[in-house]
Every structure is written in C-alpha cells, then in structure tokens.
T-cell receptor
Framework: AQSVTQLDSQVPVFEEAPVELRCNYSSSVSVYLFWYVQYPNQGLQLLLK??????LVKGINGFEAEFNKSQTSFHLRKPSVHISDTAEYFCAVIQNTGGFKTIFGAGTRLFVKA | DGGITQSPKYLFRKEGQNVTLSCEQNLNHDAMYWYRQDPGQGLRLIYYSQIVNDFQKGDIAEGYSVSREKKESFPLTVTSAQKNPTAFYLCASSGLAGETDTQYFGPGTRLTVL
C-alpha cells in the first residue's frame, strides 16, 4: 500500500528566508507526485506536479520541488518566502498502475513571520 | 468563470439529522470526489464518481451517501449513522484523463454537529 509522510507538521520561518517542506512516499510501483496549497478556510489548489522527465519541477508562486526516486522524496522549496505564503501544504501521490485515487499527506502548516 | 461551488459554507446539524452538502462544477469534468478533512489527518476520500449514474466508495464511506444524476452535480448526504460528522468537507473534480489529472477543489463546507 502506498503512503505519504510529511515530516513536519508545522514550519515557522521569517519572511525572505528560504524554506523546505519535506515529503516522503512509499510505493512498490512508480508514482505521480503533487503538491497542493490550502489557504485558511478554502479548498486546495495545485502548486506543481511531477509526472515524468526532469526531476526538478517548477510551480506557481516561486515554488519548486525535486523528485528523488532513490530516497522516495519530493521536497518542496522556495528560496525566499513572503507573508502571503502562510498556508497549509499537502503532498500527494497517485500510483501509476491505472488506479486514480490520490493519497494525501497529513499536511505541513507554513507560518511566515515578519 | 469555471470552477466548483460548494454550499453552504457553514452548516450546523443536530444529532440524528441527515444533511446534504451541495457540490456543483461547470468545468465539464467527468470525475468528481468528496473528501473529509480533519486537523492533522490530511484528506480522506469518502466517495468518487467517474461518470454520471455511477459512483464508488472511498476509504471512509460509512455513514455517507451520494448521487450523480447530472454531470455537474455530486451532492453528499451525511446520515445519522455517521458517528463523528463534525469536519471540513471538500468536493473536487477532474477530467477523465486518468491518474495524471489535476484535481480542482471547491471552497469547502464546514459541518458542525451540535
């Protein structure tokens, strides 16, 4: 069975500092990987996704993520955060065997301080 | 503008009552989903539908029911059999492009049982 582990439940960081949100997954087959962001009391929206090809994926709002197959990781990074990046971030996985169910991690709350 | 709407935004229910949460999309998507979100647990799949008049149980379907009579609508009923219904409910949709397809989320309904 596949699973997604987000290693940090909360990440406080100062404005303009870099940030990394960690995500590890377990799966016996190849996967597709996603990062979604959720602002307070709203639905989720896609930040970026990895399907194939280059392991470095760039998304919206200056975020990027790197797929590391050997470490089964898909960490999200931003070189300089803004107050407006304060939100909850979800890593998600779909396994590449014809199934289509998305498995979400528990989320990481990013709190950007002035 | 295309998107997904959920109503109401907040819903209060007395114990023993059934309530229905609305989800409508005008994205012409074939697939629709219902998730439940609890603090620290990420999103869990309740039901999903890939086509009109067809739907399948997700991981936590007990105490819930759905219908899919129209492509654009996928209402969720929380029945009195659901033991702990207080949660944030999210509806999503995607085109029927298989597992690589991005899910688009509605703004959510927060249900509180009094």
């Amino acid at each position: 069975a596949q699973s997604v582990t987000q290693l940090d439940s909360q990440v406080p960081v100062f404005e303009e500092a870099p940030v990394e949100l960690r995500c590890n997954y377990s799966s016996s087959v190849s996967v597709y990987l996603f990062w979604y962001v959720q602002y307070p009391n709203q639905g989720l929206q896609l930040l970026l996704k990895y399907l194939s090809g280059s392991t470095l994926v760039k998304g919206i709002n200056g975020f990027e993520a790197e797929f590391n197959k050997s470490q089964t990781s898909f960490h999200l990074r931003k070189p300089s955060v803004h107050i407006s990046d304060t939100a909850e971030y979800f890593c998600a996985v779909i396994q590449n065997t014809g199934g289509f169910k998305t498995i979400f991690g528990a989320g990481t709350r990013l709190f950007v301080k002035a | 503008d295309g998107g997904i709407t959920q109503s109401p935004k907040y819903l209060f229910r007395k114990e023993g009552q059934n309530v229905t949460l609305s989800c409508e999309q005008n994205l012409n998507h074939d697939a629709m989903y219902w998730y439940r979100q609890d603090p620290g647990q990420g999103l869990r799949l309740i039901y999903y539908s890939q086509i009109v008049n067809d739907f399948q149980k997700g991981d936590i379907a007990e105490g819930y029911s759905v219908s899919r009579e129209k492509k654009e609508s996928f209402p969720l009923t929380v029945t009195s059999a659901q033991k702990n219904p207080t949660a944030f409910y999210l509806c999503a949709s995607s085109g029927l492009a298989g597992e690589t397809d991005t899910q688009y989320f509605g703004p959510g309904t927060r249900l509180t049982v009094l």
